[in-house]
């Protein structure tokens, strides 16, 4: 029997696509590729991390303040520095960030008006 065994990938419509990747090519170095996405090999990450996939309630208040039904994470190396460059070039960094088990996370509205998380892990990712 098949399984999944990871996240392919992250799928969603906007408005200026071009745009909007290129604002993540300048504000947090996404290795945007010719055909207009990014791929992310796992040789390349820093520190230890995982994908996730996790449904929320229909009634989550996670994804606010955008009516959004989806939000996407980025691993990132420095929480800080990510957050501050993408206020840099016009993201709207939402509420502040918080240290929990999994490492620390901050958050910000895009360009197009979704709401990212990112991520920077613990050294060492939780067990099951």
Same mark, same amino acid.
């Given at each position: 029997?098949?399984?999944?065994?990871?996240?392919?990938?992250?799928?969603?419509?906007?408005?200026?696509?071009?745009?909007?990747?290129?604002?993540?090519?300048?504000?947090?170095?996404?290795?945007?590729?010719?055909?207009?996405?990014?791929?992310?090999?796992?040789?390349?990450?820093?520190?230890?991390?995982?994908?996730?996939?996790?449904?929320?309630?229909?009634?989550?208040?996670?994804?606010?303040?955008?009516?959004?039904?989806?939000?996407?994470?980025?691993?990132?190396?420095?929480? #800080?520095? &990510?957050?501050?460059?993408?206020?840099?070039?016009?993201?709207?960094?939402?509420?502040?960030?918080?240290?929990?088990?999994?490492?620390?996370?901050?958050?910000?509205?895009?360009?197009?008006?979704?709401?990212? #998380?990112?991520?920077?892990?613990? &050294?060492?990712?939780? #067990?099951?």
């Amino acid at each position: 029997m098949a399984k999944v065994i990871g996240l392919g990938g992250i799928f969603f419509k906007s408005t200026d696509p071009i745009s909007l990747a290129t604002w993540y090519k300048n504000h947090l170095h996404v290795p945007i590729e010719n055909w207009g996405g990014a791929a992310f090999y796992h040789n390349e990450k820093p520190t230890p991390s995982y994908h996730v996939w996790t449904p929320f309630a229909q009634s989550t208040q996670y994804f606010a303040p955008t009516n959004k039904d989806f939000m996407f994470n980025f691993v990132v190396d420095n929480l #800080e520095q &990510a957050l501050l460059q993408v206020t840099h070039g016009g993201g709207q960094q939402v509420g502040i960030i918080e240290d929990s088990e999994f490492g620390r996370f901050g958050w910000f509205i895009d360009p197009d008006g979704n709401k990212v #998380e990112l991520w920077q892990p613990s &050294a060492i990712p939780p #067990e099951n």
